[in-house]
């Protein structure tokens, strides 16, 4: 092992929070500093989820024991870090701990506790990068971005859908409730990893001040400068309070031979508008204070930690 002190970083989303904008204009312009991007591999061949860190991280806690070595190895090559000259290594990975079926912070929590333990042979030190989001902007975000599985996408069906998921009897910790309820996450992350290991930052300054943002992020990941483009604005999002509902995915006609319009450039794919499908959806006032009265007290606690109550996350009742 390198005698240089190598410290392992890792970006855990939550997705729907410029995620993207970090892994292509962010993160690789971090001169000195190893950039491994969303690893997709097949270490674990009993999960079909997408990444090698989600597959890890869905699995017991036992895994890291078992391929744990295998997994940073790959890490390094991928990156073109050499575990004997050493160097800060950042994984991005918005959807490792955040998929169906890993939604409990304790579960995130004594994941990172086994990383810390099993990669000592690589690095001296993990830090955490979590960007979250306000509770209603991003459920109505990630309705947006999955409503094209539903027949019936409407505002009824997402005022519904939204019901369902910040639910603390039905789906609050098997759905997506529990991940939205941040002073928890952080409170569990933190039981593990010093609390100035953590960086949880809101993804409203990056909506707000792009600048601000970026240093934070470079402040917290120990780099001086880094050069980024502007961010790329959100096509399913419509205003502030409006987004798109996407085609019905199985109202469709595909074009033959598909090959042959994959190599034209063209997409074979055509989705066939329904004259009947409801266009937007939006976030009312009514509707943001119900969430955000779900998790009235978590974000109050949040908010002497990391200060987010300027982004509207506290609200007065």
Not at 33 to 61: E, G, H, Q, V
Request: glycine share 6%.
């Amino acid at each position: 092992m390198s005698s240089e002190k190598s410290t392992l970083y890792l970006h855990l989303g939550l997705h729907k929070t410029g995620s993207n904008f970090l892994q292509k204009e962010v993160f690789p312009n971090a001169k000195g500093l190893y950039f491994l991007n969303k690893p997709d591999w097949s270490l674990i061949s009993d999960y079909t989820d997408p990444t090698s860190l989600a597959r890890f991280m869905a699995s017991n806690t036992g895994v890291w024991d078992e391929m744990g070595d295998v997994f940073f190895n790959r890490a390094n090559k991928e990156a073109g870090r050499s575990s004997s000259e050493g160097g800060d290594l950042l994984i991005s990975d918005e959807q490792g701990p955040f998929g169906w079926h890993r939604n409990d912070p304790q579960r995130m929590a004594v994941h990172l506790k086994k990383i810390q333990s099993v990669m000592r042979e690589q690095f001296d030190e993990l830090k955490v990068l979590i960007v979250i989001r306000r509770q209603d902007t991003w459920l109505a975000s990630a309705y947006a971005e999955i409503c094209s599985k539903f027949k019936q996408a409407s505002q009824g069906h997402f005022e519904r859908w939204i019901k369902e998921q910040i639910s603390y009897n039905k789906k609050y910790f098997w759905g997506r409730g529990i991940r939205l309820d941040y002073s928890s996450l952080l409170a569990e992350v933190t039981r593990f990893i010093p609390a100035h290991n953590v960086k949880m930052i809101p993804y409203e300054l990056l909506k707000s001040d792009p600048g601000s943002f970026i240093g934070e992020v470079a402040k917290f990941i120990e780099v001086d400068t880094i050069n980024w483009q502007s961010k790329t604005h959100n096509r399913k999002s419509l205003s502030n309070s409006e987004w798109k509902i996407a085609p019905y995915k199985e109202r469709s006609l595909w074009l033959r031979p598909g090959r042959l319009f994959y190599k034209l450039g063209i997409d074979p794919k055509i989705n066939i508008p329904d004259p009947f499908r409801s266009k937007k959806i939006e976030m009312t006032p009514a509707l943001s204070r119900k969430i955000l009265s779900k998790y009235k007290s978590s974000n109050q606690c949040l908010d002497s930690k990391i200060h987010v109550k300027e982004y509207g996350y506290v609200i007065d009742e």
